[in-house]
């Protein structure tokens, strides 16, 4: 059974940093784009970024660039999303998730962990 | 960017009625050379993760109830669910895997009226 289970998030000031981590079992984790994708209590999706399967592509979104790092290690099945500077706007579930594509990414998502809550306040 | 709109934000349906949501992109996601919409359907049920139901705008993932069906191309989008269960009540989503940014709809709320 593929299972993605994301973890790390928690209460941290404005400023600060935090780790997120996603454990993934049940597939070749290798062979596959993965994501992060958030949500604003309340709010819809946001794409935040993906890497490639062998960690050699990154993407982000305008509203992390610069603040936000995403990595993996495939020895480890997991993937990791370093996130410095926060602001109270990164205040969101972040949710790890396998692209739809085998060997290829299609960007499309599936499927998703629970998800882990962010909260960025003083 | 490419920007998704959905419709209605919220729509109430009768147990075993059909229910439509729209969706609009303000770009084409058709990929002409390959004559694929890259438009995926997501349904999020209270307090879970979304789940994948359709992509390239019409195929439903395994497992997913046939009553789900995606229809559309180009900028022009609907998810129908043809007879509604208790089960379905969810926020559904649309998203547009043509270009980066990927970028999703605003969410229909679905409820049983």
């Known amino acids: 059974e593929v299972q993605l289970v994301e973890s790390g998030g928690g209460l941290v000031q404005p400023g600060g940093s935090l780790r997120l981590s996603c454990a993934a079992s049940?597939?070749?984790?290798?062979?596959?784009?993965m994501h992060w994708v958030r949500q604003a209590p309340g709010k819809g999706l946001v794409w935040v970024s993906r890497i490639k399967g062998d960690g050699s592509t990154k993407n982000y979104a305008d509203s992390v660039k610069g603040r936000f790092t995403i990595s993996r290690d495939n020895a480890k099945n997991t993937l990791f999303l370093q996130m410095n500077s926060l602001r109270a706007e990164d205040t969101a579930v972040y949710y790890c998730?396998?692209?739809?594509?085998?060997?290829?990414?299609?960007?499309?998502?599936?499927?998703w962990g629970q998800g882990t809550l962010v909260t960025v306040s003083s | 960017d490419i920007v998704m709109t959905q419709s209605p934000d919220s729509l109430a349906v009768s147990l075993g009625e059909r229910a439509t949501i729209n969706c609009r992109s303000s770009q084409s996601v058709l990929h002409s050379s390959k004559n694929k919409n890259y438009l995926a359907w997501y349904q999020q049920k209270p307090g879970q993760p979304p789940k994948l139901l359709i992509y390239w705008a019409s195929t439903r993932e395994s497992g997913v109830p046939d009553r789900f069906s995606g229809s559309g191309s180009g900028t022009d989008f609907t998810l129908t669910i043809s007879s509604l269960q208790a089960e379905d009540v969810a926020v559904y989503y649309c998203q547009q895997y043509f270009s980066s940014p990927l970028t999703f709809g605003g969410g229909t709320k679905v409820e049983i009226k």
């Open positions: 049940g597939f070749t984790f290798s062979s596959y784009w």
């Open positions: 998730a396998r692209d739809f594509g085998y060997d290829f990414t299609v960007n499309c998502f599936d499927p």
